[in-house]
């Protein structure tokens, strides 16, 4: 928390500003519309209810308001758990009920309350609770918790989840309380009066139930009581004694309340285990332990499933019964002796409304019960006695007229019962503890706890108390969590003298209300102080005065020690008057009232009798006068340093030590008019030195703090002062402390400066203190409570000063603490540690000289921890050691206190030393935990975030496991920043490298750690849709102007603009495919009006034109639909907008309309209903497969026309093509085909089926069957299935079981394809079609399983197919369609032998499916033309194009892309020279050359599908120009006559879809070109079918605008095939060989491979260079290729890495031969990946050949590059925000800057080697150096922490160094800005050595050293040249004669050889030899 609000607490406790507390919700309820309405509905004075001013007093408001109205208001606070990461914002949550009314609100102290969530229900609300339930994951094992508000009604319990589902549970009996749990709701069951009475050794009902989600079962508990005999006691809880008080979550535990023994127990609550589970169901025993075996407990599931429905009022007044009529008989074991006496037997309870249902099955899915019971009417009119009568009917239905049935019989009804199977239990209660009953309590004395809660102490033990308030008692139980997390042990109880108490969680404390109406806080058991509210008239003085038998001594009482029961039961008996006792009730009786009247404090002075709703560290306290007030307790500190230091005394300290600092420090900072928060620090210290024997009064630096703070014990309250100045009061008081008194303190001098920090001590107290006074009063106080730990203490102390060294915004607080340490150093003669603060803070420490005695004798008492060595650790020594590659001791530290040390200590150990385990197995080489004295409180903290980072290692390099690592324990840029620069420069260089090439795979969180935006922007998961704020803007091609209005209605309106004009920049062809594919305007008819020709036959021509036309038109659609596919993202809350089919022409000159439907010609009926079809379809497909889309949005866009059904038929087809047709609830689909209209029939069997593909899903299946005769029984009913509705359901079977081999479906479908024409006209019209579905159906089954169809081998397919193909004669017909094809057809005589005519087709792609890429060359063969004229006679043209394609896709491996391989596909007859003697037909041959090259071609378009192979490409367009060829001399004929314009038409289409095939995705220009020739070809023979063909050919070529491509897969294929089947219709309703729906499924080969890059900060698209890397394949080697994206990839199977390739744009890999699957997310979401330009680099669209770029200016004058950077020119360059204005503002001179012009050039250079280099991250670093150089030299140093920084620097650099040149290029600090600095240092320090080399030698003599700016010089020269402390080891150094000698004596000490060269001199001493040896040493060991 921040000091501000820390302020205000303050002032709040001191300065009596109490808030007055009035739960929001009531002011809220007032407003609510429903409160007047609930005061009309009670007609009560209810307006007391609401107006709670507290003026009234107690007794009238409550004589005013009826008792109910007072209770129905309930409400309770929590701790707000918001998911706010950033700040943790403080805020409470309350939940109110009153009423009906149910009220969430959200305020904190900053703000003020306001509704979340209100709630209103229908009946009276009897509790509201917050309950968490956990829904288990549908993929992996985590569960995700649902927040949800429960709120219980008399009959159901309503469930509202914060996302907004609600959920009803009824509840099958009446509940008397709800707890919520972890696992969800414990129900306690209201027991009926007459049960408890009476008990009969029948099995008791279970009276808790559990419900872990709101959509389960309500299930019993078992219960596990601890006994004598462990676990055979499993049982349900049943005990109707037992009362649950207080459950928890965790540590999962329920407290429990036996009323007949009168003692509490706690128990574990968990999941059941399996034997448990068993055991229960197996034999619930009763009481008594007789077994009832399976029945009763099936009985109990019966009965509570049939009272699921007694709730519903009507089923209990059916039967008009009261409970005495319903006949009664015993069931279950003879031991029921009770049979005939009476019918209270208490079997099981049950109600009348059973008698209704016996026989009627019982509902047991929650949705049928939530149907079952009605929410919306009243809680049931019957009372709650006859409601549960209390024995279980089960009577014959004969039972009614009283008769008593015998007893046989009703246990045999009664066991036909259906649903037998029991409810199986979820939860287990298991008992860990309960109270003891000693004998001096009374059975009458123990009653209830009204309180329960969890505490824990300051040391973190933990209580579970319970307050039982007839005792006034809090009894506290310790609890400890054992190491299986479920057991808890209770090792200690102790009782606390309280009437009320509440706990402070964010204090660990509890706040306890004592009898005597003061308030007390307490630590666990551990009494701390009173707690002082002002305003409130203590009750010490006024209750004491007036009631003198009060002042029992509770005070000595208020120790655990002697708080023994015996004297507090003393206590209760006689000490407490009982009207106290009775404050609590809100009923109290007048006479009562009477009685607290006499005494005069009642109506003057309030006081506090009830304390509520703790969240957090404040309480609410309620008041005798009603009013409630809500204070805050103050915290245990709020300075970051002070809490730090307690945490550290905490850990070491043992346990009963720790408690005594803390109390003591609690009571001192918190005193009333306590200290501002800055002197906290001074307060500590005092407080901490005294506790440890210190006089601080007689310390120089500590009477300093000693004035501001006095360190006294408070008894009396005292008022904030006004000011911290202190006044003369404040004196007085003082002197008359106790306090003062006992340490007869001497005056104190004048008041001294506070903040010690400063560097001098003011002059005149100088003197004073440096005339010491007699040592005897600076001797250490040995009795002093932590004198014996001072070792301890000061070694945690010095860790926690080195943690905060490493942590640039905590530094500054490290110079408070290195005074507290230096005084406990000196004292414990560590000269070690003295010396090593003072290198740290030369100008402070030389202030400090004190140093206190330590008797010998005592310093045996003091414990000496084995840690504490005279070799002080240093943080920064161990790293710079690591950095040298020295040896290292391992370096201790604090778990969880020093988190830094350990991420830094470790990340050194991976990165530098680079041992990979350094962070898993190997911790202990390089930390050693501290271990506190008590073992139990050293715990690891949880690791944070661990498990989300899968770290694999060894593959990775060292950086890149670093980077990884620290991420995963929540280390951030922003962390990274708080670390000093010398010591995060490893860490930056190692996220440097990881930057350069990162894994494509990381986590955002690690992408985010190493500055690539490009890739934490992928990690989000957006589309180019979303981010739709940017589109249009910024594209160099301007689509041409058009209104406003074309653009919504053609449909096409919404491909993404900017992709395209990046795509296709240099023409405008998407406009163009839109002009082509356009069907919403009306067509232009042009035809010249011939002067012969009459006005009349002249209206004639142009209606025939527009016919002509309007075939085209009609054919348009399906084109369309492929080129939005899935382009549009639907909003939810407005219909699908469809262009309509217009149909009209207008006749130039004059633009007249020319209609249809005007008479004068003959159109076909039914014309449009197709095309409109197609073109629902066609904006079905626009919707994207990632849009919001649910049941109830589709529904809404059913047209309210009938002629727009076809449409809508349409878009439910296209919704299940894109996969959102799964949403539609079954409700709609059954409604749908119960219409009987046969396009939506079809529409929705292909849709549903498509969207389930190969999911073999039983539902659709079932769905699918209905539509086909031969999958439904031989006996039913015959359906009357429109034809092509069969044949839609026909291939709905193929897709649902795409490729799964079924063989039941596989035999149907086999059988269908040859289904011989029926009797009855059936079967007879358009069977091609049929045989042709059933066909590809088989095919799709069986898809590419080849000959390994597994258990197919009887049904012979292949051989089948074949027959079907060749012709044959007919096989009978198997099993069960035998039936059906008895009589022959009496139209079509077919005799015995297959019609080839019909099965061919079919039966031939078939084959090419099943044994698709199998490569069977024996299959293949089949299907190979014939190879003689005879033979080729027999065969239909059209019949060798299936077959050439067929064999083609079989020998999937042969196929290549040349023309040499098209024509090897015609027999050899028809190529060589043909002998005119022969008699052949020419035509014949002409027609089959045609189709077998139209085959061939086809086959090689899928082969390529989606490549882009221009070899493929090359070959076709070969062909399709050959066609066009011979059609252009159509009028010379004689080719032409022999083929036939129609053949040569089809083969051109067919050339034209397998050249769009190819380029599919691409828009190719040549291909569009061929596509808008036949666009305009309307005339002659040019039909509907050739139109569909073309312009398909034009959707697949800009497939989704360019974004999708066709895949290659064998499912893919099978749709392609189904799609393009070389058969198309002649006119718009001709179904006959070739379903026209089935056109569509081509979308089902689409797959999204367009990669788009995006500039991660303009968000734009934008181009980038990408290298695609081919793995290797029999037919080339591995290969890589450039391209320039946005661009089309290969398919992902074929590639091996796609890489962004640099220079413009950070690289960026994606290594595809691990896995997928990143690369297809990013795909699926628009292709969108991001990318990031390097500093200094332009984007491909401003620069294209790369001239203008930072580097590139630089090139040609290498040594002025410099120079010619100007600073201005950065922001094209970077677009960082903080290099831009650092540029601003140090780079330009101004007119204050004019004399500092060389740093300002330095400054430039620093700037432009971070754009160059790509770092700018390092810029702060370069600033720190210079800054501490600067300062150096000029020697106004004050600590030497940067001289620290610039050592690990440059030994981080020469050991990059050393590693050689070829390391160099990864490094950071390349330049030669770093050797400048470092010679800059040396110099200064040289210098500096030169004039003052006495000042070292004195050092290192050990003498005093004097305080002026020399000893900090020296200090630095020390620490930068690594020179251990000398004071011991001096002697030995100084004698060396020689430099040899010097050498072989400091090997030990580890000084660096460069360093010792400097001290030679010194050491050596002459001073001729000194200049010699520096002059060769200097320039030699520099560098």
Same mark, same amino acid.
């Given at each position: ?1794 004399? @500092?012009?060389?740093?300002? &050039? #330095?400054? !430039?250079? =620093?700037?432009? $080697? ?7 991250? *390092? /810029? ?69 050595? @030169?004039?003052?080399?006495? &000042? #070292?030698? !004195?050092? =290192?003599?050990? $003498? ?7 000893? *900090? /010089? ?70």
């Amino acid at each position: 928390m921040s000091e501000v609000v820390y302020e205000e607490t303050a002032t709040m406790i001191a300065a009596g500003e109490l808030q007055p507390f009035v739960p929001f919700g009531r002011e809220h309820c007032r407003n609510h519309p429903n409160a007047f309405n609930l005061q009309l509905r009670e007609l009560q004075p209810a307006s007391e209810l609401w107006s709670s001013d507290g003026a009234a007093g107690l007794v009238g408001s409550l004589q005013e308001v009826s008792l109910q109205e007072r209770e129905r208001e309930c409400w309770q606070l929590r701790k707000g758990c918001a998911g706010v990461k950033e700040e943790d914002v403080e805020f409470e949550e309350e939940l109110y009920a009153a009423g009906n009314m149910v009220v969430w609100s959200k305020g904190s102290r900053e703000q003020a309350s306001s509704v979340y969530k209100a709630f209103t229900v229908d009946s009276t609300v009897q509790q509201a609770l917050w309950c968490n339930f956990a829904v288990p994951h549908k993929n992996n094992a985590v569960e995700d918790l649902e927040h949800t508000v429960c709120i219980v009604q008399s009959s159901c319990i309503n469930v509202h989840t914060v996302t907004g589902k609600d959920f009803i549970s009824p509840l099958p009996f009446q509940v008397s309380n709800v707890w919520a749990t972890e696992f969800g709701l414990l129900l306690e069951r209201k027991n009926t009066a007459n049960e408890t009475q009476l008990s009969s050794p029948g099995d008791p009902l279970p009276t808790v139930f559990s419900m872990l989600h709101p959509l389960d079962e309500i299930a019993p508990v078992v219960c596990k009581p601890s006994g004598l005999f462990e676990g055979s006691c499993v049982q349900y809880a049943s005990d109707s004694t037992m009362k649950i008080v207080f459950t928890c979550c965790q540590p999962s535990i329920v407290v429990s309340y036996d009323s007949v023994q009168g003692t509490h127990s706690v128990w574990a609550l968990r999941r059941v285990t399996h034997n448990e589970r068993s055991k229960v169901l197996r034999c619930p025993t009763d009481p008594v332990g007789t077994p009832l075996g399976m029945m009763s407990s099936s009985f109990l599931t019966s009965h509570l499933r049939n009272m699921s429905r007694l709730d519903s009022p009507g089923s209990g007044g059916a039967t008009g019964l009261g409970p005495g009529t319903g006949t009664s008989c015993a069931v279950g074991s003879p031991l029921h002796y009770s049979v005939l006496h009476s019918h209270q037997n208490r079997t099981m309870t049950s109600s009348p409304g059973i008698h209704s249902r016996v026989h009627s099955p019982s509902i047991s899915n929650m949705a049928a019960l939530s149907r079952a019971h009605s929410p919306g009417m009243a809680a049931p009119s019957f009372s709650g006695a006859s409601r549960f009568s209390t024995s279980f009917h089960s009577p014959s239905p004969r039972g009614h007229h009283g008769l008593l049935p015998s007893f046989n019989s009703t246990v045999n009804e009664t066991m036909l019962m259906p649903e037998m199977e029991p409810i199986i239990p979820d939860l287990c209660m298991e008992q860990l503890w309960s109270e003891t009953i000693t004998a001096g309590f009374h059975r009458e004395m123990s009653s209830q706890a009204s309180k329960v809660f969890l505490t824990s102490d300051f040391c973190e033990n933990r209580y579970l108390c319970f307050l039982v308030e007839s005792h006034q008692q809090l009894r506290c139980v310790k609890f400890i969590e054992s190491n299986d997390t479920t057991q808890l042990i209770f090792p200690s109880v102790t009782t606390i003298p309280a009437k009320d108490a509440e706990p402070l969680q964010n204090i660990d404390a509890m706040l306890v209300l004592e009898a005597s109406g003061s308030l007390v806080l307490y630590t666990g058991i551990t009494r701390v102080s009173k707690v002082f509210v002002p305003g409130l008239l203590s009750p010490s003085f006024s209750l004491t005065n007036h009631l003198p038998h009060f002042s029992v001594p509770v005070e000595n009482v208020s120790t655990p020690a002697n708080a023994g029961s015996r004297h507090i039961q003393r206590l209760d008996e006689d000490g407490m008057p009982s009207p106290v006792s009775e404050l609590r009730c809100p009923n109290i009786k007048r006479h009562d009232a009477s009685l607290l009247e006499d005494y005069t404090f009642q109506h003057t002075v309030p006081y506090i009798h009830a304390l509520r709703d703790p969240v957090c560290s404040q309480v609410t306290l309620e008041l005798s006068s009603g009013t409630m007030l809500r204070i805050s307790v103050p915290e245990l500190a709020t300075s970051d340093l002070v809490r730090k230091c307690l945490q550290a005394v905490r850990f070491i300290l043992p346990k009963e030590a720790a408690m005594k600092v803390l109390v003591k420090w609690y009571n001192i900072y918190n005193a009333p008019g306590g200290p501002s928060a800055h002197a906290e620090w001074n307060l500590f210290v005092t407080c901490f030195l005294t506790l440890m024997g210190y006089n601080t009064e007689r310390l120089a630096w500590t009477r300093q703090l000693h004035f501001e703070v006095p360190l006294s014990p408070v008894i009396a309250a005292k008022k904030a002062r006004p000011s911290d100045g202190g006044s003369d009061e404040d004196w007085d008081y003082l002197v008359a402390s106790h306090y003062h008194r006992q340490m007869s303190s001497q005056p104190v001098f004048g008041s001294v400066e506070s903040s010690f920090t400063n560097k001098t001590i003011p002059t005149d107290t100088d003197g004073l203190f440096s005339a010491s006074p007699s040592n005897a009063s600076l001797k250490l106080d040995s009795s002093a409570p932590l004198f014996p730990h001072i070792p301890a203490l000061f070694y945690v102390l010095h860790l926690l000063y080195q943690e905060l060294q490493l942590d640039e915004l905590h530094r500054a607080r490290a110079s408070s603490l290195v005074c507290l340490l230096q005084q406990l150093a000196r004292d414990l003669h560590l000269e070690e540690f003295v010396d090593l603060y003072w290198r740290d803070y030369p100008a402070l420490m030389s202030c400090f000289s004190e140093s206190c005695i330590i008797d010998q004798a005592l310093i045996g008492q003091m414990q000496r921890p084995s840690f504490l060595t005279s070799e002080p650790p240093c943080v920064f020594s161990w790293l710079s050691r690591c950095l040298r590659g020295e040896e290292n001791p391992p370096f201790p530290y604090l778990p969880g206190i020093c988190q830094s040390t350990r991420l830094l200590v470790l990340s050194y150990a991976l990165y530098i030393i680079g041992d990979e385990n350094a962070t898993s197995t190997d911790v202990s080489k390089y930390l050693v935990k501290v271990s506190a004295v008590q073992k139990s409180r050293v715990s690891e903290p949880p690791p944070r975030r661990q498990s989300s980072v899968k770290v694999k290692f060894s593959s990775k390099s060292l950086a890149e496991q670093l980077v990884v690592w620290l991420t995963s324990e929540g280390f951030t840029l922003k962390d990274l920043e708080s670390v000093p620069f010398g010591v995060a420069l490893p860490i930056r260089e190692a996220i440097y490298r990881c930057r350069e090439q990162p894994c494509s795979d990381w986590l955002e969180e690690v992408c985010l750690l190493i500055g690539r935006q490009d890739l934490t922007k992928q990690a989000h998961k957006t589309t180019l849709a979303k981010s739709k704020a940017s589109v249009g803007s910024g594209l160099s091609l301007k689509p041409p102007a058009t209104t406003e209005a074309d653009e919504e209605e053609d449909g096409m309106s919404d491909i993404i603009q900017e992709v395209t004009g990046l795509i296709w920049s240099q023409d405008l062809r998407v406009q163009e495919v839109r002009r082509l594919l356009q069907s919403s305007r009306p067509v232009r008819v042009s035809v010249v009006q011939l002067p012969e020709v009459s006005d009349h036959e002249y209206i004639e021509e142009k209606e025939n034109k527009l016919l002509q036309l309007c075939q085209r038109t009609m054919a348009l659609p399906v084109g369309r639909g492929l080129f939005t596919l899935f382009s549009y993202h639907p909003v939810p809350t407005e219909p699908l907008p469809v262009p309509k089919l217009n149909l009209t022409g207008r006749a130039p000159p004059r633009n007249t309309t020319v209609d249809l439907n005007s008479g004068n010609i003959d159109v076909p009926p039914n014309m449009t209903s197709w095309p409109s079809f197609h073109n629902g379809v066609a904006a079905g497909l626009k919707i994207a497969p990632a849009s919001q889309v649910d049941s109830a949005w589709i529904a809404y866009n059913k047209p309210k026309s009938p002629e727009l059904a076809n449409e809508y038929a349409g878009f439910l087809m296209a919704l299940g093509l894109n996969g959102h047709l799964t949403k539609l609830a079954t409700l709609n689909i059954h409604d749908y085909l119960t219409k009987g209209h046969e396009m939506t029939s079809i529409g929705l069997l292909l849709g549903v089926s498509s969207a389930k593909l190969g999911s073999m899903d039983m539902s659709i299946t079932r769905l699918l069957s209905i539509h086909i005769p031969a999958l439904l029984p031989p006996t039913s009913t015959e359906l009357d299935v429109p034809h092509n509705v069969q044949v839609a359901a026909v291939i709905g079977i193929g897709l649902v079981y795409q490729g799964t081999g079924h063989r039941h479906n596989a035999e149907v479908l086999l059988s269908e394809i040859g289904r011989p024409p029926g009797p009855e006209m059936e079967y007879c019209t358009d069977r091609e079609s049929y045989s042709l579905a059933a066909g590809l159906a088989l095919g799709m089954v069986c898809l590419g399983h080849g000959s390994n169809l597994i258990g197919m081998t009887d049904l012979n397919v292949p051989e089948q197919l074949y027959q079907y193909m060749v012709g044959g004669h007919r096989r009978a017909q198997a099993g069960a369609s035998r039936e059906r094809h008895k009589s022959p057809s009496y139209q079509i005589k077919e005799g015995d032998t297959i019609n080839v005519d019909v099965t061919c087709p079919g039966a031939t792609l078939a084959l090419a499916m099943i044994y698709l890429k199998t490569n069977n060359g024996s299959i293949a063969d089949w299907l190979k033309p014939p190879d003689t004229w005879f033979l080729l006679d027999f065969i239909k043209p059209e019949f060798l194009l299936l077959r050439t394609l067929a064999r083609c896709i079989i020998m999937w491996d042969e196929i290549l892309p040349n023309t040499e391989w098209v024509k090897s596909n015609i027999p050899q007859i028809m190529r060589g020279n043909f002998d005119p003697s022969e008699d052949f037909n020419m035509e014949a041959m002409a027609q089959a050359q045609d189709y077998i090259t139209a085959g061939a071609c086809l086959a090689l378009g899928l082969r390529f599908a989606g490549s882009a192979n221009s070899d493929a490409f090359d070959c076709l367009y070969e062909f399709a120009m050959t066609f066009m060829k011979i059609m252009s001399f159509a009028g010379t004929g004689a080719v032409v006559a022999q083929t036939g314009y129609y053949n040569l038409q089809t083969g051109l289409s067919m050339i034209l879809l397998a050249m769009s095939m190819v380029m599919s995705g691409t828009g190719n220009l040549k291909v569009l070109q061929l596509c808008r020739f036949l666009h305009k070809r309307t005339g002659g023979e040019m039909n509907y079918g050739f139109h569909m063909a073309h312009h398909m050919a034009l959707g697949l070529l800009f497939l989704g605008g360019g974004r999708y491509t066709l895949s290659t897969s064998n499912s893919a294929i099978a749709a392609l095939l189904c799609a393009l089947y070389p058969h198309f219709p002649a006119h718009s309703t001709d179904n006959r060989y070739h379903l026209q729906a089935l056109r569509h499924l081509a979308v089902l080969a689409a797959e999204p491979r367009l990669l788009v890059p995006v500039d991660v900060d303009s968000l734009k698209p934008c181009y980038a260079l990408l290298e695609v890397t081919y793995k290797g394949t029999k037919w080339y080697n591995e290969t890589t290729v450039e391209l320039m994206a946005p661009t089309m990839l290969p398919e992902l199977h074929l590639l091996k890495r796609v890489k962004v390739k640099g220079p413009r744009y950070w690289e960026l890999s994606i290594d595809l031969s691990k896995e997928t699957h990143h690369l297809k997310s990013i795909l699926s979401r628009d292709g969108v990946l991001y990318v990031k330009l390097r500093a200094g680099q332009l984007p491909y669209k401003d620069d294209p050949q790369g001239w203008k770029s930072l580097l590139a200016t630089t090139v040609n004058h290498r040594n002025s590059g410099v120079r010619a950077f100007k600073p201005e020119a950065i922001s094209t360059f970077t677009s960082e925000p903080a290099l831009i204005s650092f540029a601003e503002f140090f780079c330009k001179t101004t007119d204050g800057t004019k004399h @500092r012009e060389d740093t300002l &050039v #330095l400054f !430039s250079v =620093m700037l432009y $080697e971070c754009v160059t280099q790509e770092c700018p991250e *390092i /810029m702060p670093t370069y600033i720190a150096i210079e800054q501490a150089v600067g300062a150096l030299c000029r020697s106004d140093l004050q600590e030497t922490f940067s001289l620290w920084q610039l050592r690990l620097v440059v030994e981080m650099w020469e050991s990059r160094m050393l590693r050689g040149p070829a390391n160099r290029h990864d490094t950071l600090l390349t330049s030669e800005f770093l050797p400048v600095m470092k010679n800059a240092v040396d110099v200064a320090l040289d210098k500096w050595l @030169r004039d003052n080399s006495s &000042v #070292l030698r !004195s050092y =290192m003599r050990g $003498e005093i050293l004097s305080k002026d700016a020399q000893s *900090i /010089m020296l200090a630095c020269f020390l620490v930068y040249h690594s020179i251990p402390c000398l004071k011991n080891t001096h002697t030995q150094l100084e004698g060396c004669s020689s430099f040899g000698d010097l050498l072989s004596r400091s090997s030990q000490l580890g000084i660096p050889l460069r360093d010792l060269l400097r001290l030679a001199p010194v050491l050596l001493g002459s001073a001729c030899g000194s200049q010699t040896l520096l002059g060769f040493s200097l320039p030699a060991f520099s560098s």
